[in-house]
């Protein structure tokens, strides 16, 4: 690691380092590997789901590194099987289980689900504000939320998530999203930071890439450190692995940030589904 990984202070006063690794689609048995590979090249937040699972190869992996269990910043997912509030109970007492450990960091409603459940993400919302009030989640937030399902959480609960983590990279900004975590303190954590390795061909990814000396992966996720989001690349290769850290010792100047800012091609560009449609199965 080239320097230091910057933190973000959340809303709720805790701190996340603004790099991760993160682990979906790593098969389960290859994960406590990958992890301990993470860590000794310096990750120190790693971000999965139940819907990854491979929780327990993250505990495992975790513990085998030797770093006290407060040194890494673990996040998890609630499944989409898992919204009432009974199931989620059951499912975040089996994330804690299979992670092996007391609490978790930051805990995510993975999907908001608005198709189903009657739409009732709120009642969900209202258990992960059990887990958070009893300390087993430390922050609690959510995931692939619209801007109409945050304004329901902050009109009906009186906890705001921490995080809202959505799909961003340079063919997806989701701007209107980002302006309105920014508004109201919600830090925007940027999923498929590199839209899954799609950018990295793109003409004006690999000009500014040879103009600054750095990999077209470095120069994606350099645009997103700018911007304040928090990201996760996923590699199964160290070398990548080590090239997704080198993102402190430069920078890019604004009409470069631009460019790539540009690149956006709405909802054109999604990689996943899109939140407001997507019903939870398969599991993602
Ligand atoms: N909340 C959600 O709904 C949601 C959805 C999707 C993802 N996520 C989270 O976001 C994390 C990252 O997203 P992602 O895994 O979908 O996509 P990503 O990080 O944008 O891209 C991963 C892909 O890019 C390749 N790659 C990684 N670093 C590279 C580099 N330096 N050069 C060239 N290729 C590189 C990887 O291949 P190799 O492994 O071969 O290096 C892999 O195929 C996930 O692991 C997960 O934690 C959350």
Redesign the pocket.
């Given at each position: 690691m080239s320097a230091a990984v910057p933190s973000i202070t959340l809303n709720d006063g805790k701190t996340i380092p603004q790099l991760g690794f993160?682990?979906?689609?790593i098969p389960p048995d290859e994960t406590a590997q990958a992890v301990n590979t993470a860590i000794e090249l310096g990750y120190r937040h790693i971000?999965?789901?139940q819907g990854y699972r491979n929780e327990r190869g993250v505990g495992e992996g975790i513990r085998a590194s030797g770093l006290d269990r407060g040194q890494v910043f673990v996040t998890s997912?609630l499944n989409n099987d898992a919204h009432e509030p009974n199931e989620a109970r059951r499912a975040f007492a089996g994330t804690l289980a299979a992670l092996g450990t007391e609490y978790v960091d930051l805990f995510l409603i993975?999907?908001p689900l608005p198709t189903r459940n009657g739409g009732d993400f709120v009642t969900t919302w209202r258990t992960m504000i059990e887990f958070l009030r009893d300390g087993r989640a430390r922050s609690i937030g959510v995931?692939?939320f619209q801007i109409p399902h945050l304004e329901r959480l902050a009109a009906e609960t009186d906890v705001l998530p921490a995080v809202n983590?959505i799909?961003v990279?340079p063919y997806l900004t989701n701007e209107a999203v980002r302006a309105y975590g920014r508004a109201h303190g919600i830090a925007t954590e940027a999923?498929?930071?590199?839209?899954?390795?799609r950018v990295?061909d793109d003409p004006t990814v690999t000009r500014i890439a040879d103009k600054v000396g750095r990999?077209?992966?470095q120069v994606v996720l350099r645009w997103h450190i700018e911007h304040g989001d928090i990201v996760?690349?996923?590699?199964?290769?160290p070398a990548?692995m080590r090239?997704?850290m080198g993102l402190f010792d430069f920078a890019l100047d604004a009409a470069d940030s631009a460019a790539l800012s540009a690149l956006d091609r709405g909802d054109a560009g999604r990689t996943?589904p899109h939140p407001d449609t997507f019903e939870g199965r398969p599991r993602?």
């Open positions: 993160g682990v979906f689609q971000d999965t789901a997912k993975h999907w995931s692939n983590q799909e990279h999923w498929s930071p590199i839209a899954k390795g990295l990999t077209p992966a996760f690349p996923k590699s199964s290769s990548r090239e997704n996943g993602n």
